[in-house]
């Protein structure tokens, strides 16, 4: 594509197409440098396209790139180039009879396909990353999510390099050749987008499983990675049953081919695809064991595992029809793996994790260049729309959706939406049809969501009236302007809330809507609350019989993507840390007062000693308090991350906000050092499984407790550190003791290092982290480390893990290195990115946001982020992907 003149796509120009494909058989000849691919297509015209009278019909328009075209027939006769128009993106034949029969043939080269993107090579293998448009990358086809076709695939390959060769669907004959070649067919019976088409090939061993479904079904499983992982696939398998079980309970889905494989690949550029019935992962979500996997890692496996299996029914049965409704599909499976995960752990501290990602990271987009809806309505590059917005605020969205149904009506209308769409391609507009089929709310506001970008900010106004015993609540919404966007219209919010007595008792509320209890919940109805609709740009509402001046408990297990601003006195946030009945909000206190605490510092230059006695104080209950779970107090003892408390600021000056963090987190492990002290060496379970879940909660605890310390005098902490690791008998500890040797200067730092690393030799995700935590580390020497580690021989700049546990981490997870007041570390970025480019687009492009916010920098770092865009821009021709990003940050 040419980048002077990128063009950019518009949500509102959607036409169906003039042809449907109803049926293709592709036949792949692999070879690593010369693979030959012949696609047979048959046609008919759409009947739902507009129609011309009389005339000829339209002509066909294929996709395709990087594919050499060989020879195009119709109907078995050759084409002459005269025939058909050919340009580098594009296939035009002008005319077709109005049912017939194409033959493409395409030559690709696997080996130098660095984009990873189409048909690549991984470790050897080969194997198709068709999502959003890669298919193209593989031979002319009308590659896009609408256009449903029923897939016959044949590969040849030679026997030695590739025993193993998979598609979609079943597999139905094989076949052994003359010349050391063997030939496969498989057979996928369900209509598909070619971006959910998939292909793997090479030496690969698998572990199997089976699965009864529900009506009595044998389905076989299996997970396909590199021999010497074979002993690392346990737990995804065992993720897998669970995932197909929850799918069946809850949501009454179940899974539909007679096997179900997923293939573990070393270069992916995401985090997996859910191709039909042929998931391919990024080994990081498939492999793990004890030795080589933190218990987050494990816990990231299994949602994963989850989300790709969910598409199957969401996003695959039911897809979207154009990529504006990507959040059709990801969004409610977000939303689905989110509630799977929360069904099997705690689900406070499920919620708790998700909204600090949602908070530190996607909060950030909708106040950055790259501001949109959950549906967007242009881009330029779709790849650069599968963002935080689409996902994590579109499970967002959803989520509200779930809240203001209530739990019976979302299962009645999920069946609603199953039943109209499946086996379509569809739009968010018709999800929101289906669950207005059985909601008692009119959603038709509701709707705004899907188009309104930015982050809305309701502020809380309290008033008590003793005389009447009436309590008012004022609460008001505004949405600020975003790229394009201005004067948004009110959404439609629902606000979870409820009041306490001065003893913390909850009282009955005379307003607002009942919510169901949970399944497993002790709460009464007055402990749960109720639901508010937050419609007006400004509403009232009043509560009767209120006897006292109440306290409130507002926006409960976070109800809303939005930003509450609510002024209260710091006693009664450290009385809603002791008191709420609902543990999210218990959590959601003590972030307020911390935040309050960080950002003092910056206006006063100290910290101010009333607050911090709240929260150290509210810190000593919580410490003390045994019944809490240890996961909880963990989340409960740790700050809002740099990139969270930057949102509530309008201009960021990063190193006087990260000395206000650090001032603060210092005072705080001070006041607690001796009881953090006792946590790290006390809380640590022996002789349990290793995902025995207390095990896991008290590990959690245990290394926050650990980091807390780290920002005391290395003297204190450092011994503790080096003992754990090496006494570490999971990778959970031994990495966390590593993680905080890594900010200090020690002699136990570079040994410990020196250890992990000759551990990590030939585990590849092992190395990953041994980059990753001296990537994170608070050493004034960061970037120069970095730099330097860039010239290791165990770096690998193509592989896209590798270049993330070095290059994202920095610049994602190292506010202080990143922010460097010379500008250092916008430079190193900036040079990654320009070397980048070229090979993979894709994932050049994911490294540019960090530079996207300059706008909102103060100081002399608003100009050294710009010109490191400017230095971008100016580098030479761009991919569409960076071009995108590089030129909206700098309008
Ligand atoms: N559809 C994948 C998922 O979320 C993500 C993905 C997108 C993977 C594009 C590869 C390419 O499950
Ligand atoms: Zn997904």
């Known amino acids: 594509m040419d980048t002077r003149n990128p063009v950019t796509i518009n949500r509102l120009d959607y036409q169906p197409t003039d042809w449907l494909i109803d049926h293709v058989s592709l036949q792949f000849e692999l070879d690593p440098t010369a693979t030959l691919v012949t696609s047979e297509l048959t046609l008919s015209r759409n009947p739902a396209a507009g129609q011309e009278s009389n005339g000829p019909g339209p002509g066909l328009t294929l996709q395709g790139s990087d594919c050499e075209l060989r020879s195009v027939s119709l109907d078995g006769v050759k084409l002459a180039p005269e025939d058909y128009q050919l340009s580098a993106t594009e296939l035009h034949i002008a005319q077709l009879p109005e049912h017939c ?128 992982n074979i002993d690392r696939c346990d737990f995804a398998m065992s993720s897998l ?133 959950i549906r967007p309505d242009s881009y330029i590059e ?106 948004k219209l009110p959404l439609h919010i629902p606000v979870v809330m409820g009041l306490l007595d001065q003893q913390g008792n909850s009282l009955s509320l005379s307003n607002g809507r009942a919510l169901a209890a949970a399944v497993d919940s002790s709460q009464t109805d007055a402990q749960r609350g109720v639901l508010l609709d937050l419609t007006e740009a400004s509403q009232t509402f009043t509560f009767e019989g209120v006897d006292a001046a109440p306290v409130v408990s507002l926006l409960r297990g976070f109800s809303a993507p939005v930003k509450l601003v609510h002024d209260v006195t710091d006693e009664t946030l450290a009385f809603l840390m002791a008191n709420d009945p609902d543990t999210f909000n218990r959590w959601e206190a003590g972030q307020r007062l911390a935040t309050r605490l960080i950002l003092g510092v910056l206006q006063e230059g100290r910290i101010n000693a009333d607050t911090l006695a709240s929260l150290g104080q509210a810190w000593g209950l919580i410490l003390a308090d045994d019944s809490l779970d240890m996961a909880f107090k963990a989340e409960a003892l740790s700050l809002p991350t740099i990139d969270t408390l930057e949102g509530s600021l309008e201009q960021v000056d990063y190193q006087a906000l990260i000395a206000a963090h650090a001032m603060v987190s210092t005072a705080l492990a001070e006041k607690h050092a001796e009881a953090l002290c006792v946590l790290v060496t006390e809380t640590r379970q022996a002789g349990v499984a290793l995902l025995d879940p207390a095990a896991m909660s008290g590990r959690k605890l245990a290394n926050t407790a650990l980091a807390l310390l780290t920002w005391l005098p290395e003297s204190l902490w450092g011994p503790l550190a080096a003992a754990q690791y090496a006494a570490a008998d999971n990778m959970t500890d031994r990495i966390a003791a590593l993680a905080a040797l890594c900010h200090g200067d020690s002699a136990a730092r570079q040994d410990c290092l020196d250890d992990f690393h000759a551990k990590a030799i030939g585990n590849r995700l092992v190395m990953d982290k041994w980059f990753a935590v001296q990537a994170t580390s608070r050493r004034s020497s960061i970037v120069e480390d970095v730099a330097a580690l860039l010239q290791h021989a165990d770096f690998e700049a193509g592989n896209p893990n590798r270049l993330r546990s070095l290059v994202a981490s920095f610049a994602l997870n190292n506010p202080g290195g990143f922010h460097a007041a010379n500008g250092q570390g916008y430079r190193f970025l900036a040079d990654q990115v320009i070397a980048l480019d070229s090979r993979n687009p894709q994932v050049a492009a994911r490294l540019v946001s960090p530079l996207g916010h300059w706008k909102r920098l103060a100081g002399p770092a608003r100009d050294l982020m710009r010109q490191e865009l400017v230095r971008i821009r100016d580098s030479g021709p761009l991919s569409p992907d960076v071009f995108e990003l590089v030129s909206k940050a700098l309008q």
């Open 101 to 228: 029969v194409l033959v493409i043939v395409t030559c690709i080269n696997p080996e130098s396909n660095t984009a990873l993107e189409g048909l690549y090579r991984s470790s050897g293998n080969f194997c198709t990353q068709c999502e959003a448009e890669g298919f193209r990358k593989i031979t002319y086809y009308l590659d896009r999510p609408d256009v449903l076709s029923v897939f016959d695939v044949t590969i040849t390959a030679d026997v030695a390099t590739c025993p193993v060769m998979l598609a979609n669907g079943n597999r139905v004959s094989h076949e052994v050749l003359e010349g050391g070649r063997h030939r496969v067919q498989w057979h996928d019976p369900h209509p598909k987008p070619s971006y959910l088409f998939a292909l793997v090939a090479g030496d690969l061993a698998h572990i199997e499983d089976h699965f009864t479904t529900a009506s009595g079904r044998k389905v076989l499983l299996q997970i396909y990675v590199e021999a010497h």
């Open 382 to 487: 779709i790849n650069n729309f599968y963002t935080l917005t689409v996902y994590e605020k579109g499970a967002e969205v959803i989520r509200m959706l779930h809240t203001l149904l209530g739990p019976v009506k979302w299962r009645q209308a999920m069946d609603v939406y199953v039943e109209r769409h499946d086996g379509t391609a569809t739009t968010c507009d018709a999800f929101v049809d289906a669950m207005q089929t059985v909601a008692d709310v009119d959603l038709t506001q509701f709707r705004r969501w899907y188009s309104t970008a930015g982050t809305p900010e309701v502020r809380v106004s309290e008033e008590y009236d003793s005389q009447n015993a009436r309590f008012h609540l004022t609460l008001s919404q505004s949405c600020p302007d975003t790229p394009g966007q201005s004067d």
């Open 241 to 373: 049953k669970a995932s197909m079980r929850w799918d069946e309970e809850v949501y009454g889905l179940e899974y539909d081919l007679d096997c179900f494989m997923i293939v573990a690949v070393d270069d992916f550029n995401m985090g997996a695809m859910e191709n039909k019935g042929l998931n391919v992962f990024n080994s990081r979500f498939v492999l793990a064991d004890a030795q080589s996997a933190t218990d987050t890692d494990y816990m990231g496996v299994e949602a994963v595992i989850a989300h790709e299996y969910f598409h199957n029914w969401t996003g695959n049965r039911i897809t979207c029809r154009d990529w504006f409704q990507l959040s059709l599909k990801e969004g409610l499976t977000v939303f689905r793996d989110q509630s799977f995960s929360s069904d099997r752990h705690s689900a406070t501290v499920k919620r708790i994790e998700d909204v600090r990602l949602l908070r530190a990271r996607q909060f950030a987009e909708d106040s950055g260049p790259m501001a949109h809806p």
